[in-house]
């Protein structure tokens, strides 16, 4: 669906259910108990099987991911779904399923377990999907003929699990060995189709699984439905059984080719089964199975149910067509939701009610402000757009505007230098052009016929005696006597233009500059020592042309495991002597020994940390140093000791439950003795691998403490 629906939501994991009333007038009951779905409207009522595991719209541990919505924190589900937005501990603000549908929560209140029961006129469940499947069968010689029987059976009991007919079921039955045989075409008829596997008989050739796919999908594509009043196929699947390992030629080409065309692959392997064929041949669809093993073919019917119900209750599709934009209620009728929005702001959000075809649609809408002068278009995160039109044509004979009403004008300008002498023109890349007529008798000094040339752009126009008074142009000269500069002469703005000459050559470790006295580049190493000193003695300071300073770390070693190689960003290396207690990894983690032993470092042959037994010290059987070789379990009298059973050991050992397990065991004066004694032995509470720290213990809303529970 595309647009979003108002109403209200029920949801109640006790019961395990969910109701969701739509203002459209439509209501959705979800029994995840009876794995049943409800879809009423007035007094109308259908069913259907529903086998989607419920959403947990509650928290179970988990930590935030670091999403918000407002002032509500998310959380994500095991698997990733759904995801939800909590308001404390116990409020959802928003949950966004598996299938990508979202909800928003604006008012929680109690539910009545009473919503969750359905009209009392609902029909029972039957699967009425409009499919095409295709049932691809092993019929190699590795499997016998109590199998095949098997085989045969279970392809029956799946066929009686649906509605046939032109307007829901249609199968075909494809055999596979060495190759493949269409056994039956696509048919609508489920007496022809058990009649057609009743009659098969069996092969017992190799295992040539691209046969089978390759055959059965040629029939579909050749042979399958469309949705009405659409080009879109009906959904198709083909469910492929089979006991052993492709070994005829390959697979993979046709698969690819039938799942990139839209059809659902159901693989089921029995007995000595390649796994990884099996998972690869089985398309992946959120939340449904769609892979199916058994240790021989006596388990197909166990396989039996739960491939009817992935198939009739999850296989992607729409009862209304693909062309419903809006939501599909009773009759497979298309209604419009409260909002349409495909959230494109060059689109207009409309909606019809009605079948295929007809929900939201989202025309384009019209940027057209009218102006001749503006450039329309649309942004879809932002909407219309004008700019402006370039009317400029590069041509320097005409003078270009624009009209709003008509758009550009590019005007010719006219050029006329007043002399009878000239031929006047221009020239679109230079501008106006005057040249002498031949013999024209006219001079500039003739007071009885003045000549008056005209101003021309970056030119010095003037009457020229020596061309018998045609008027002359020469170009019009530019020099700010500065070596470092380009000089023009912009004609279309009849003015110089002093460029500065770029003197960047692209290397980031020169200074580069124009020098003024010859107006030659000039591109001055720098000193990196100083102009890339970072004052930091564990660098080595350089310069890189690419990406300038650079300031490398040095590396201190000198070779010696009995000293520390360190740096000062004041002085650079140095070389202090290792304390092993301190330094040395192994000795660090072990305090205890400290009473034992003493550790020097021995630099011959790089032996690093060495370990000397002090004199009269021993560590006792309880891994500790006392000094004295004593041991901890030697303190315990015997009586005591007898009266430690299997959990008083888990107690002290593991240490989960602490102290509460060395008292709760002994009991009295006698067991705070030992806890008291042994408490250093003891800190390591909490600490078992298995044991893990619940962060929201004690936030259960549910939680009684008087209770214990």
């Keep these: ?161 649906f509605t046939w007919g032109y307007d829901y079921i249609g199968m075909s039955l494809t055999m596979f060995d060495t190759d493949a045989r269409l056994i039956l075409g696509l048919d609508y008829s489920q007496a022809a189709f058990i009649q057609a596997v009743s009659n098969v008989q069996q092969g017992r050739g190799n295992t040539c699984i691209g046969c089978g796919i390759a055959t059965s999908f040629q029939n579909l594509q050749a042979a399958g439905r469309m949705i009405p009043g659409t080009n879109t196929p009906v959904s198709r699947v083909i469910i492929l059984l089979t006991d052993g390992q492709n070994n005829v030629g390959s697979y993979q080409g046709i698969l690819q080719q039938a799942k990139n065309s839209g059809v659902i692959f159901f693989s089921i392997g029995v007995g000595q089964v390649s796994q990884a064929q099996i998972n690869e ?65 060059c689109t207009d959000n409309r909606c019809n009610n009605g079948v295929n075809g007809n929900g939201c649609y989202f025309p384009p809408i019209s940027c057209d402000d009218g102006n001749a002068c503006t450039n329309d278009g649309c942004n879809p995160s932002g909407g219309c757009f004008h700019t402006p039109v370039n009317c400029d044509d590069s041509n320097v004979c005409t003078t270009d505007t624009c009209d709003p009403r008509i758009g550009c004008n590019n005007a010719q300008i006219t050029c006329a230098d007043l002399s009878p002498c000239t031929a006047d023109s221009c020239n679109p890349q230079t501008g106006c052009t005057f040249t002498p007529i031949a013999n024209c008798p006219q001079v500039c000094s003739d007071p009885t016929k003045p000549i008056t040339c005209p101003p021309i752009n970056c030119t010095k126009n003037e009457c020229d005696v020596s061309r018998n008074g045609a008027c002359t142009a020469t170009p019009r000269v530019c020099d700010d006597n500065n070596k470092c500069t380009i000089d023009t002469c912009d004609v279309k703005k009849n003015g110089c233009v002093f460029t500065p000459k770029n003197c960047d050559d692209n290397n980031k470790c020169t200074t580069d500059y124009c020098d003024l006295n010859t107006g030659n580049c000039v591109n001055q190493p720098i000193n990196a020592t100083a102009v890339c000193n970072d004052y930091n003695a564990c660098t080595r300071d350089t310069c890189a042309p690419a990406t300038g300073c650079v300031n490398t770390p040095i590396v201190c070693s000198d070779g010696n495991v009995c000293t520390q190689d360190k740096c000062s960003t004041a002085t650079g290396c140095y070389y202090p002597p290792v304390d092993c207690w301190k330094e040395d990894p192994d000795l660090v983690t072990h305090p205890d020994l400290i009473g034992c032993f003493s550790a020097y470092c021995n630099a011959t042959a790089n032996r690093g940390c060495v370990l000397t037994p002090i004199n009269g010290s021993a560590i006792d059987s309880c891994g500790i140093c006392n000094g004295d070789g004593s041991s901890c379990l030697g303190q315990l009298d015997s009586g005591v000791a007898t009266g430690l059973g299997a959990g008083a050991v888990a107690g002290i050992v593991i240490g989960v439950v602490g102290v509460a397990a060395v008292l709760g065991v002994l009991g009295g004066k006698k067991g705070y003795d030992i806890w008291l004694k042994h408490r250093a032995n003891m800190q390591g509470a909490n600490t078992n691998p298995l044991y893990t720290h619940n962060g929201l213990a004690g936030s259960n809303p549910m939680y009684n403490p008087d209770q214990g529970a």
């Design 1 to 161: 669906m595309v647009g979003a629906i108002s109403g209200n939501f029920y949801y109640h994991a006790g019961v395990q259910a969910m109701r969701i009333d739509l203002d459209i007038g439509a209501t959705e009951i979800y029994r995840y108990d009876t794995k049943l779905r409800y879809l009423q409207c007035g007094q109308t009522c259908e069913t259907e099987t529903y086998n989607s595991p419920m959403p947990r719209l509650f928290l179970e541990g988990e930590a935030p991911n670091g999403a918000t919505f407002g002032a509500c924190t998310g959380y994500s589900k095991a698997g990733g779904a759904p995801t939800i937005f909590m308001n404390g501990a116990s409020q959802v603000c928003r949950a966004i399923l598996q299938d990508g549908s979202v909800y928003d929560f604006s008012n929680w209140g109690p539910v009545d377990p009473a919503v969750f029961t359905p009209l009392g006129n609902c029909p029972q469940p039957v699967c009425t999907k409009r499919i095409d499947f295709g049932l691809v069968f092993d019929e190699s010689g590795s499997i016998n003929g109590n199998d095949f029987r098997r085989e045969q059976t279970f392809a029956q009991d799946f066929a009686r699990a």
């Design 281 to 345: 041949i089985g398309s992946d669809l959120p939340g449904v199975q769609t892979r199916f093993y058994g240790d021989s073919f006596t388990a197909l019917p166990g396989i039996l149910n739960g491939l009817i119900t992935a198939t009739c209750s999850n296989i992607p599709g729409n009862p209304c067509g693909s062309g419903c934009l809006g939501y599909c209620s009773c009759g497979k009728t298309c209604l419009c939701p409260n909002l349409c929005d495909d959230g494109n702001d």
